[in-house]
């Protein structure tokens, strides 16, 4: 439980870090596509740090799979730093190079929800 929340607050931390650096470092700066891109970035993390306060708080569970958990916070944390990090290079430099890599870290959230979904589905109260 420990290791995910604290995962889980670092990255809202950052989440937050990356939100208002948009709101008063890159307005202006760049431009609004890919100021846009960076705000879905770091939306994106927020829900996905918040999700992995879900994944620390099953761990605490014994009566849930820990497998399906973990599969969720891991793959999670895989679309953050693929989703959200590629919309940040783009918003950052507007660069292309790694946009491709970006629904790779959506497949990754897909995986995380479903991996929590199977863990609700099977979890015997």
């Known amino acids: 439980m420990k290791l995910w929340l604290a995962l889980a607050a670092l990255n809202g931390f950052i989440a937050v870090m990356a939100g208002a650096f948009a709101?008063?470092?890159?307005?202006?700066?760049?431009a609004e596509?890919?100021?846009?891109a960076f705000e879905?970035?770091?939306?994106y993390h927020m829900f996905h740090a918040l999700?992995?306060?879900a994944v620390a708080w099953?761990?605490?569970h014994s009566a849930i799979s820990q497998a399906s958990v973990t599969l969720a916070g891991w793959a999670f944390l895989a679309g953050i730093l693929l989703f959200s990090g590629t919309l940040y290079v783009y918003?950052?430099?507007?660069?292309?190079?790694?946009?491709?890599?970006?629904?790779v870290?959506?497949?990754?959230?897909?995986?995380?929800w479903a991996a929590l979904?199977?863990?609700?589905?099977?979890?015997?109260?």
């Open 51 to 53: 999700a992995l306060i």
């Open 23 to 30: 709101a008063h470092g890159l307005e202006g700066r760049v």
């Open 91 to 103: 918003g950052l430099t507007e660069s292309r190079a790694l946009v491709m890599l970006t629904p």
């Open 33 to 36: 596509r890919a100021l846009a």
């Open 58 to 60: 099953l761990t605490s």
């Open 117 to 125: 979904f199977w863990t609700a589905v099977r979890f015997k109260a």
């Open 40 to 43: 879905t970035g770091a939306r």
């Open 105 to 112: 870290g959506g497949v990754a959230f897909l995986i995380g």
